[in-house]
């Protein structure tokens, strides 16, 4: 089968019975781990994205094929791929492998289930959509760049639920006037819906700028929608020739910034009770 997605994973010792190898259970287990990271790929993270959708999906049948056995230690490639769409449901075919050697296979048959009455609904047509441009190998991600006018909605939205929810920082804190000037990055899904963002904003001294408010919706992260967002913002700033780039950086996010071609300045500090770097880039 071979499939596009593939997610990795080593087997715990947890996981090991006493044959000292995968007790076969866990794999519906791995194949759970699979799915979820597969959806976020996709376009579609789980919950937040099915949930705009109004529904969910559940479940209702798993086949399992076990052709050799895992063991402890070993690094194991699980493969999902979205086989059948039908009317209510998904099809998902699957396997595990370890170098190259299939270990077990199976399907899984979702529904999908209206939020409302919890009964089987249609696959929404933008859930198709993402699924066909991730199997066709297409963008599943869309970046857009603008002005706090066209794209300040979706951009409150992602930095309310990661600053002020998930962050705690105080709304007083969050919001200021330099959202009126700056121009703003947002990556959504196809149907919209915002998962990522930041903002450029332009610095009185010529040839200078400064990125900020770079956030990614927790279901979304681990997908490289933080590196699309910063990457638009570095383009717009060489655009509008500003090639003197500079950034408060999260400590926990300092790596994707040094990949960037960013490089720390001076000592960590706190900013909103939170560690932050300085960061400079000259492009």
């Excluded at 939020?115 to 929404?124: A, I, M």
């Excluded at 979304?220 to 700033?237: C, F, I, S, T, Y």
Aim: glycine share 8%; with cysteine; charged share 25%.
């Amino acid at each position: 089968m071979h499939p596009r997605f593939q997610h990795r994973l080593r087997v715990r010792w947890a996981e090991v019975d006493a044959q000292k190898v995968v007790f076969n259970g866990h794999y519906l287990t791995y194949l759970d781990v699979a799915a979820t990271e597969y959806w976020r790929h996709v376009g579609l993270p789980y919950p937040d994205a099915w949930a705009r959708l109004g529904c969910d999906v559940y479940v209702r049948r798993n086949t399992l094929e076990y052709h050799a056995p895992a063991q402890l230690d070993d690094w194991l490639s699980i493969g999902v791929r979205c086989a059948r769409m039908g009317n209510s449901s998904l099809t998902l075919n699957w396997e595990a492998r370890r170098d190259g050697q299939l270990l077990v296979s199976g399907e899984v048959v979702y529904v999908c289930v209206s939020l409302n009455d919890g009964r089987p609904c249609t696959v929404p047509a933008s859930a198709r959509a993402q699924l066909d441009a991730y199997e066709a190998t297409q963008p599943c991600w869309l970046t857009h760049l603008g002005d706090w006018r066209a794209l300040g909605e979706q951009a409150a939205a992602v930095r309310r639920a990661v600053f002020i929810e998930e962050q705690g920082i105080a709304e007083s804190e969050e919001w200021d006037d330099d959202d009126a000037r700056a121009h703003h990055v947002v990556v959504t899904n196809l149907d919209g819906w915002a998962a990522a963002t930041g903002r450029l904003i332009p610095d009185e001294t010529p040839g200078r700028a400064r990125i900020g408010r770079m956030a990614v919706m927790r279901c979304a992260r681990g997908v490289g929608l933080g590196r699309k967002v910063l990457e638009a913002l570095v383009d717009q700033a060489r655009a509008i020739g500003r090639p003197q780039l500079s950034l408060h950086a999260q400590c926990s996010a300092q790596a994707l910034y040094e990949s960037a071609g960013f490089q720390p300045v001076g000592e960590v500090f706190d900013e909103v009770g939170i560690p932050h770097r300085k960061m400079v880039l000259t492009l």
